[in-house]
């Protein structure tokens, strides 16, 4: 039976919310994040997820990981880590089923192709577009564009891997070299998401949630699909240690058992390692609010440097046995190409855009007609943007 966990006083409060750009009466059944997870379950950017490429292109098989199930993997994980820290599970799940809605098909190639083809208009980042998505291009209300999301909602997509500014505006981590994208300064100016500070801790997990997920599931279709062995990733050392006690304690367990146990240990392992380096971190820190945990010094969700240190042990063996394995690159690259050349194909005819999407060109500037087309071709699904470039052009790669 169910307990009921007291909220602890650094976790956002559905009562407190900082609320919406656009007022709403609330709900009389619904907390304010419940609202938010329901509103995201519901938008099309999410349905799309079922179709996007996580590593996989869709049509490889049925078994491997899409955007939509990675997601949910990462909700599942989210709302685990702050049910025993003591967080808001609602908006740690919000959080997650929003991280990825502004990736474009086809993955990270499909990322790179687009801000290629918008490097002369500020690029293409997926974090910013999940904001757009969020707040402009989901056209569902009355009222207003976007879901309408919570501020801790908002800024919780925004901020999750740390702040992206310091207190005078300077951009920081991977913001440095490019600046922060414009749309989110843009969007800031009318709804201040506050980019110097952290954001929440549930924030902070959910974006943890998403690494171990990653390890996780990359680890498990990887081998589904024979681009390493067991014997190989057992060289790896968190890894390896579950598989060896696993082949310990049942010596006659079969392949896809011992994956699935393989898994089902490491993801909890890593969320064990989480939940004790971050209830230490909060300990030391003592927040009495969610903004006590915004305004620190550094961020309260992580793994120990231990198991940081074998996190990354794990991305390295996947980097070139997986990501960067020829038979992943040679797919990812012609996908990377039917992103550009529909890209390139309606910049140069806007009238092979569907009507909705060519009217909307009328009285835009080059750069907004770019960042347009961008937006149309960003929500296509995989098998979407194949099937408009075999309408397109007289030759579409297979991708397999």
């Keep these: 039976m169910d307990v009921a966990i007291s909220r602890a006083p650094y976790a956002c409060d559905p009562e407190t919310t900082r609320g919406r750009l656009h007022a709403e009466p609330p709900s009389t059944t619904r907390s304010a994040f419940r609202r938010d997870c329901d509103r995201i379950i519901h938008a099309t950017a999410f349905r799309r997820l079922k179709h996007k490429t996580q590593v996989f292109v869709f049509d490889e098989g049925d078994h491997y990981r899409t955007r939509l199930t990675h997601t ?233 440097s231990a198991v940081a240190a074998e996190d990354r042990a794990i991305k390295s063996f996947l980097e070139p046995r997986m990501y960067r394995h020829s038979r992943v690159m040679k797919v990812m690259d012609q996908a990377a190409d039917v992103v550009r050349e529909l890209f390139a194909r309606y910049s140069a005819r806007p009238s092979d855009l569907p009507v909705e999407w060519s009217q909307g060109l009328a009285g835009l500037d080059e750069a907004a007609r770019a960042r347009h087309i961008a937006d149309f071709i960003a929500g296509m699904t995989d098998r979407y943007a194949l099937a408009e470039h075999a309408r397109l052009f007289d030759s579409t790669p297979e991708l397999r």
Aim: hydrophobic share 45%; with cysteine.
């Design 72 to 304: 949910l993997e990462v909700a599942q994980i989210a709302r685990a880590l702050a049910r025993r820290l003591r967080l808001d599970e609602d908006l740690a799940e919000a959080l997650a089923l929003a991280h990825d809605l502004g990736h474009p098909p086809f993955g990270h190639a499909g990322e790179r192709a687009l801000d290629s083809c918008l490097a002369a208009f500020g690029g293409f980042d997926h974090n910013a577009q999940t904001l757009r998505v969020v707040t402009t291009l989901e056209r569902r209300y009355p009222d207003f564009d976007g879901l309408n999301l919570t501020w801790e909602t908002l800024e919780g997509l925004v901020k999750h891997n740390g702040p992206l500014t310091d207190r005078a505006g300077a951009p920081l981590a991977r913001y440095r070299r490019h600046g922060v994208p414009a749309f989110i300064l843009d969007y800031c100016r009318t709804h201040d998401l506050q980019l110097w500070s952290f954001a929440s801790a549930e924030a902070q997990l959910a974006a943890v949630a998403d690494d171990i997920a990653y390890d996780a599931h990359d680890i498990d279709d990887g081998l589904r699909a024979k681009l390493f062995e067991l014997e190989e990733i057992a060289v790896v050392p968190l890894p390896g240690r579950i598989f060896g006690a696993i082949c310990s304690d049942h010596p006659d367990l079969d392949h896809d058992r011992l994956v699935h146990e393989l898994v089902r240990q490491l993801i909890g392992l890593l969320i064990d390692d989480v939940v004790a380096e971050s209830a230490g971190r909060l300990a030391a820190l003592k927040p009495n609010s969610a903004d006590d945990v915004r305004r620190a010094a550094s961020s309260v969700g992580a793994f120990s």
